[in-house]
């Protein structure tokens, strides 16, 4: 056995609305990034478990001290419950990547958020401290790039829910100077569609968790080709409401900042070069997959002489993939130890 086959090697796109993992096995799994407890003595006895995480726990929510434990990219400060959601959502990840392999080490790359990157690192290589034997901490945009071969002039367009994270790849690790992180994401969109709704259909009931789902399964900017309804309780009886314009709108407000942080860093990208970037801008997250948001983006890009906007093939997972190809690859000196 080769130094690397006695190592299980895993990466981990750590999300603040979904996490995923991808293993040297083949394995791969995703979970919500949401982690509950139970509220009381009768809650416990209904679930039959100390703690439920993922869309379990999303499922039994009005039973649990619910928590989301990640926000704008970040850890959530203050709060030791979130410190051991993101602790549970870790273990539990690792946990589905190691059955029936309990023998072999294991090496974590795991992508974050920018933001999270210059703030909560430390706190994750804590968090991480007896799941793993070796760790290395990378930014999202980054792993994605690096699983799909887009290491030199290219630029990762990340969309997750806490934060959009923008990166441009020059053949090397980026620097702070080569990426940006937007609080416009997915959960900006669901504030606003919500807010929107409830100003047009006031007596429509909904959660956000309603509106979160309306968006993902028919988000889109740029010419409505349908209406979009939806069915919401209306004094306690299901009706069909039309969301449309409302929709629209709230897709449609990240194009601005992600054009203008799109055009900021190009400017910054040394000129002779700028124009294999503009043919080479790549969406990844669950936010991507807003409909007609790739060919907004490419509207901007066509005031700089014009350039290509296309979507990652697996946008669930192509941070995970991307942590493992790092894993894989990645030299005896590019790993942190990480003490029990």
Same mark, same amino acid.
């Given at each position: 056995?080769?130094?690397?086959?006695?190592?299980?090697?895993?990466?981990?796109?750590?999300?603040?609305?979904?996490?995923?993992?991808?293993?040297?096995?083949?394995?791969?799994?995703?979970?919500?990034?949401?982690?509950?407890?139970?509220?009381?003595?009768?809650?416990?006895?209904?679930?039959?478990?100390?703690?439920?995480?993922?869309?379990?726990?999303?499922?039994?929510?009005?039973?649990?001290?619910?928590?989301?434990?990640?926000?704008?990219?970040?850890?959530?400060?203050?709060?030791?419950?979130?410190?051991?959601?993101?602790?549970e959502?870790?273990?539990?990840l690792?946990?589905?990547?190691g059955?029936?392999?309990?023998?072999?080490?294991?090496?974590?790359?795991?992508?974050?958020?920018?933001?999270?990157?210059?703030?909560?690192k430390?706190?994750?290589?804590?968090?991480?401290?007896?799941?793993?034997?070796?760790?290395?901490?990378?930014?999202?945009?980054?792993?994605?790039?690096?699983?799909?071969d887009?290491?030199?002039?290219?630029?990762?367009?990340?969309?997750?829910a806490g934060?959009?994270?923008?990166?441009?790849?020059?053949?090397?690790?980026?620097?702070?100077?080569?990426?940006?992180?937007?609080?416009?994401?997915?959960? =900006?969109? #669901?504030?606003?569609?919500?807010?929107?709704i409830?100003?047009?259909?006031?007596? !429509?009931? &909904? $959660?956000?968790h /309603?509106?979160?789902?309306?968006k993902e399964?028919?988000?889109?900017?740029?010419?409505?080709?349908?209406?979009?309804?939806?069915?919401?309780?209306?004094?306690?009886?299901?009706q =069909?409401? #039309?969301?449309?314009?409302?929709?629209?709108?709230?897709?449609?407000?990240?194009? !601005?900042? &992600? $054009?203008?942080? /799109?055009?900021?860093?190009?400017?910054?990208?040394?000129?002779?070069?700028?124009?294999?970037?503009?043919?080479?801008?790549?969406?990844?997250?669950?936010?991507?997959?807003?409909?007609?948001?790739?060919?907004?983006?490419?509207?901007?890009l066509?005031?700089?002489?014009g350039?290509?906007?296309?979507?990652?093939?697996?946008?669930?997972?192509?941070?995970?993939?991307?942590?493992?190809?790092?894993?894989?690859?990645?030299?005896?000196?590019?790993w942190?130890k990480?003490?029990?």
């Amino acid at each position: 056995m080769s130094a690397k086959e006695k190592f299980l090697s895993v990466g981990i796109d750590l999300g603040t609305s979904q996490s995923a993992i991808a293993t040297s096995t083949g394995a791969r799994h995703v979970v919500d990034s949401y982690v509950g407890w139970p509220v009381d003595m009768v809650a416990r006895k209904v679930v039959k478990k100390p703690v439920l995480i993922g869309s379990e726990a999303l499922e039994n929510r009005s039973l649990l001290d619910l928590h989301r434990p990640l926000e704008q990219g970040l850890i959530k400060e203050g709060s030791e419950k979130d410190i051991a959601a993101v602790k549970e959502i870790l273990g539990h990840l690792i946990g589905l990547a190691g059955e029936g392999d309990k023998e072999r080490k294991i090496r974590a790359v795991v992508g974050v958020p920018a933001e999270t990157m210059r703030v909560n690192k430390q706190q994750l290589r804590q968090i991480m401290r007896g799941m793993v034997d070796s760790l290395i901490i990378v930014s999202e945009p980054f792993a994605v790039a690096y699983g799909i071969d887009a290491l030199l002039h290219s630029m990762i367009i990340d969309v997750g829910a806490g934060t959009t994270d923008f990166c441009v790849m020059k053949g090397r690790y980026p620097t702070e100077e080569d990426q940006r992180t937007l609080t416009k994401a997915g959960d =900006s969109v #669901d504030d606003l569609l919500a807010k929107l709704i409830g100003e047009r259909h006031p007596e !429509a009931q &909904f $959660s956000i968790h /309603m509106v979160r789902g309306w968006k993902e399964q028919h988000g889109f900017v740029g010419p409505a080709t349908e209406k979009v309804q939806v069915k919401a309780p209306v004094h306690g009886k299901m009706q =069909s409401i #039309d969301i449309t314009e409302q929709l629209k709108a709230a897709c449609e407000s990240l194009v !601005a900042p &992600f $054009s203008e942080t /799109m055009i900021d860093l190009l400017a910054a990208v040394e000129p002779e070069y700028q124009e294999t970037v503009r043919q080479n801008v790549i969406l990844s997250g669950r936010g991507s997959k807003i409909r007609g948001l790739a060919s907004e983006l490419e509207k901007a890009l066509a005031e700089l002489g014009g350039g290509h906007v296309r979507m990652v093939e697996d946008p669930v997972f192509a941070g995970a993939g991307g942590g493992l190809s790092i894993a894989l690859d990645a030299d005896e000196e590019d790993w942190e130890k990480v003490a029990a």
